[in-house]
């Protein structure tokens, strides 16, 4: 019995191929249709579009000379490795900014007061000099950190951005609502109708009972007639085993998990308004099995100096500047980052990230194997990955998937001196030019059950 | 037929009669279904407790409950580091250089490590000795023993260091203030930098005494060096110089003089030019050395002492008065006379315990001028010392002692007059005593400091003179634990962690100038300094031949010995090591009274079959001085007449898991260091349950499957003589049956990319048992208790067999032939001669899955879980298969393991896949099984993988020593080579077209990728 059941299981899944594939195309496509298009730099384009005369300190250049000078140590608003900047034209005198500027440790020598205090505040780390700056550059720098954008514009083009984006799908929704609004009142309408009427009918003596007898033969027929009978017990095991097969094949499968996570990390800001290489933080996956989950060590790369998120807010889900902030927040915390004293505190507490690709044990998958040897994009398993603000499981990872790809996808051989001698081999014996990973062996069963 | 030999792997199997072995024989299912039971009796049926509606209740239970754990999935936590160490990649090994010395056991090491946890030993390539055994492949997972003591204690109160270390010195100064006697008791250390430590220690307390001792001691050998030479050491033997050996119970590839002889052994047991080495072994037990040699003696040990004087006398002229039964005295004159003619390139050792016998086994080597006897490489790996230890216990029973140290000793264990020790501990104030774990003398001790494993250690061992190992921890200590080293430098006021002391001492005086990182990386630092021979002090030794002789006999002499599994004892919590069949007896989970059958025929004492093949035994009292111990019996063949063994390290009662503690312990009987004793036997009508793996799965009476000859007929004859190849008629010719006539299978074509072959050497494989172990490392094997073993459902995927047949030409036999006057006569020296039991030759066949390119078991698996792989491995897909069994009965080799009950995360298997740290042992690149499937030897297929993946990331071709194999990997002899035949180059393709070549059960068709190289024996 158990045997003839797994006998069938196992034809089910080699069918099961197919549908899956189907299946996650049409959900990968409804995907796609949801993702409003993003609104980008549209903020900073409109800020620094003013046309300011030539006596006047330039902003935009002085943005320019602050990302490329000041940006590594200094925020506008916070302290990081120096102070703030914000409005630091107004605490010291233009011309001890220029020589401080220009020389520090200079001027520190020179036994100045105010130089001596700041470099004390800052644990002794007398700032870079910057003596290619000329007067001029740092005007502009500080008329950069003087400046006090407008707030109101900003958020007004967000929200015209976003509400043309949405429109589509709202005007959907209303025409669907009142769609079932008027059917509703039709059915109960109609109800109603055939209620009164039977009541009009039983009140005049008249009784419906023809009808009634009428379709108590067509039921009687029905049990009579033993091949009706037949037929549809069998259309019916065969569309409940449709049924059940197909709930029996989802079991296990997780295309789509999308597990809410201790910390909302978002690849779509990372991979993809940063256009960060997924395999920076996921470096193992080059020369390991494992893709591995970065370290929070590597987070604080760049997290050391962005303590707070600057970028596209999406305010109908929350995800608000306020919301990103706070989730770095999480990382500090969880790294032990003092961002007071700008140190760490030793004081841990590693992320228990929820793992969305769970391959069973029973199967051995090799990143490096596929991304380092094969060169295969990150994105042909992952999907997306760029543009998901949560991340989820794109791919079924069913046995069927990998064993499609194995089929169709060829043996990059270029520069490796492994496939050389046995390439040429194989193609010859095959007759073909290139050689799938089928051919070469990929569907055995003991490639990756060990 | 090449010969016609009888093999035969058990005892019983040489009695026709027995109906149990002649039903086994034919019967290669011994579980019967127990059909009968409800078929036969209507009574049976009702009787049962389960009735119709429970067995409803249960099935709809289950059905339920599995449709609902299916639909949803686990939560997967992962967490990744918060500051991730630079040289750990998630997923990528790393490997330390190590060293191991508990004591017992000394050797050079490469720990595998995954993710920071130590999960497998290798061998270290840098180090052409001390190469790990079965025992140090085993010791990673003793690491994750969950019993070890896991902090220290005072009065069994559990302290912080900082306490435990006041107290101690507290009382330490107080002891020198009024003089009173302390003994520190350790092993032998054989490190520079701890007897530094200690020798500070000593000094800063002159109230201490040092004592160094070896729970199995090599005192009388290092006594005998003492006079010969001066120094009190042990040599070294250079077996790969060897041509003729001649041991008395000397089992050198066992665990004589510390062991690791075997690499050098093999060297010269493969025929090189028509030659290889001649070994005579003369002994009681069946010792690995024993199944190993040419031509072996089996002797009682008063015999043996005889034997030693004759041999002596022969080769010396010296008359030593000895007088041997004539065949005895014939056979040991052609052993004096091939030593002689060896001269230089001969070597005579010995295992007996006594001084004199060891002055002249190292005379015999002087006359012969041997140059396998290496003086200017010592040997310090066993420096204990009898006699002071003697007069310890001696000072125990007169009170004179006041306090105890004890650091890497169990004497409460195995001090044959533990009684007075464990009194004294009980009496004695201060008793301080290292250990990892809860053992019998740590459960005896005030103060008990929990020390680390090795792998958790720092520390350095200088195996043999020049030759300078490093031992470094290859994880964080798991438990709060303190080496030893460390723990005596805070007595000693310092502040230097042992790894500052161990550091400058390198650097100052071990190093000269090389690097310490080189060092560390390497694991060890080769002086390579030349010295100079020592010089043979030539005494007079008509004395010690006197004293000799005048060492009496008994009817029974005990000859006691460390079990390749067990060693001495201090790994039985290791259930890998209980697991392991002894190579000789194919026993595990015990340690038995091993008696030659005729005397086991006096005594009354036997051994039988269980229907299903499990042996049975009774029991025999052994009395010694007042002693007796009830031990289960073993009918060994080959075992002397007039003599009986038992082994050490069994019978722990403390620190061990109740599942585990097994067997007797045999120091009891080690009295006066000596492991030969006379003792009485009394047969004790009660049976003992053995689980031994003798009998099962018979090969059905198949024979060619240990092919042999001798060195004689191997360089005289064809190789069609002696490595016969099975012929078939294919139209009235003659046919070989791997021709692809008579093939009825179509042949693939495997000539493009890889296909790997495996080949096994029975001539240098020594039976030592490392494969075993180091293919349940890799593999997750699990262990499955010893009910189960009985039961033949043991799950190793590599067994070695071994194989007893009658020797044919032994030169003994030929001349008792010649003198036969008249048929009466002949009669009844045949049968004499006949008995084949009582000096059998050996052969081990380590057996793993075959690989077959035309598997039996691919064509009959219903579901096509296991099937071929281009690369000539045979693949099992676990989560494919079903359980119905086919493959396992259509296996001719019987290799297929089932997995009859889930052995992990189950309480009714409660060993190391029981336990959470237990399981940090695991290979986290190979799948643990679950229940119903079934398992084989997958050739380490994610071995191939790993190779064939690191040439792909490296964009080269793959080398042929790049290609590995966990049983490959762990054979120091080099009897298992694995490859790819398909390079040209490889070592593999050389040793398939070796003439030697056979495959196993070749008539059957299966075309195995492993092939095993015909024995040669030189007889």
Redesign the interface.
Known sequence: M??FC??IL?QFKQLSVVRITTLSKLFSRLLKSFVSPLALNLFFALLFTFNISAQEPDIAKGKSLYNANCAACHKLNKKLIGPALKGVSAKYEKEWLYSWIKNSAALIKSGDEQAVAIYEEYNKVAMNAFPQLSNEDIDNILAYTDYVPEPVAATATVATASGSSDSSSITNDIVLGLLVVVLTVLIVTLYLVTKTLRNIAEKNGIKAQVKESQSFSIWRAFIKNQFLIFTSVILLLLSSAYFAYGYMMQ??V?QGYM?VQPIHYSHKIHSGANQIECQYCHS?AR????S???????CMNCHENIAEYNGEEDLEKGYTKDFYTNEIKKLYK???WDEETQSYTGE????????IH?L?????F?H??HV??AGVDCQKCHGPVEEMEILYQYSSLTMGWCIDCHRESNIKVK?????T??HE??SK?YGVEELSIAQM?GL????C?? | MGNHKKYWKSELELSSDNPIVNDLKNNEFVNELPADAFQNSENSLEDSSTNRRDFLKYLGFTTAAATLA??E?P??????????PEQI????SNFYATSISDGFDFANVLVKTREGRPIKIELNKESNDNTPNARVQASVLSMYDSSRLQGPTMDGQDVSWDQFNLNVRAQLDAMKASNKKIVLLTQTFASPSTELIIKKFTKKYPNIEHIIYDAISDSKALDAFEVSYGVRALPTYDFEKASVIVSVSGDFLGDWQGGGFSKGYAKNRVPKNGKMSKHYQIEANMSLSGANADVRLPLKPSLQIKALLKIYENISGENTGVTLEDKLDSNLKTISDSLIAAGSSGVFITGLDDVNAQIIALRINQLIKSKVLNTKKLNYTRQGDDNKVANFINELSNNKIDGIIMAGVNPSYTFSENKILNKALESIDFTVSFSMNNNETAKLSKWVAATPHYLESWGDVEIKSGNYSLVQPTIKPLFDTLQFQDVLLKWLGSTNSFYDELKSNWNISILNGSSWNQALHDGIYLNKKSRKSLIYINKDLSKNVKNLLSSGANDYELTLYPKTSMGDGQQANNPWLQEMPDPISRVSWDNYLTVSKSDAKDLGLRNSNDSNGALDSNYANVSLNGKTIKIPVLIQPGQAKGSVGLSFGYGRTSGVKTELQTGVNGFEFYEKFNNTQKVSIQAVDENHEFACVQLHNTLMGRGDIIKETTLEIFNTKKSSEWNYMTQVSLNHIETPVTSPDVDIWDEF?R???HHFNLSIDLNTCTGCGACVIACHAENNVPVVGKSEVRKSRDMHWLRIDRYYSSAETFSGDNITKDNISGLGDSLSVFGQMEDPSENPQVAFQPVMCQHCNHAPCETVC??A?T?H???G?N??????C?G?RYCANNCPYKVRRFNWFLYNNNNEFDFNMNDDLGKMVLNP????RSRGVMEKC?MC??MT?KT??D???E????KDEDWNCACSNACDTGAMVFGDINDEESEVLKLKKDERMYHLLESVGTKPNVMYQVKVRNT
């Open positions: 158990l045997y797994a006998l196992i079991i296990g997780d597990p193992s020369v390991s099995k494992h591995g989950i970065p370290s929070l060590n590597v969880a790294v032990g841990t507490e590693p992320v228990k990230w929820v793992r769970n069973p044990d029973f199967v051995y090799n490096s194997q380092s040897v520069d490796n001196e492994y496939y001698k046995v081999e194989l014996k062996g055995e069963c003991g490639k059950h060990y | 299916s639909c999935g939560v997967n936590r992962s967490i990744p580091y918060v500051v991730q990649i998630p997923g990528i074509d000539s493009v990319g219903p579901v879980a099937s792989g281009r690369q491995q693949h099992m897909a676990y989560n494919r079903v119905t690149d190979v799948v643990v997958s297929i994610q993988q064939i993946l040439a792909k990331l964009g080269r071709e793959v």
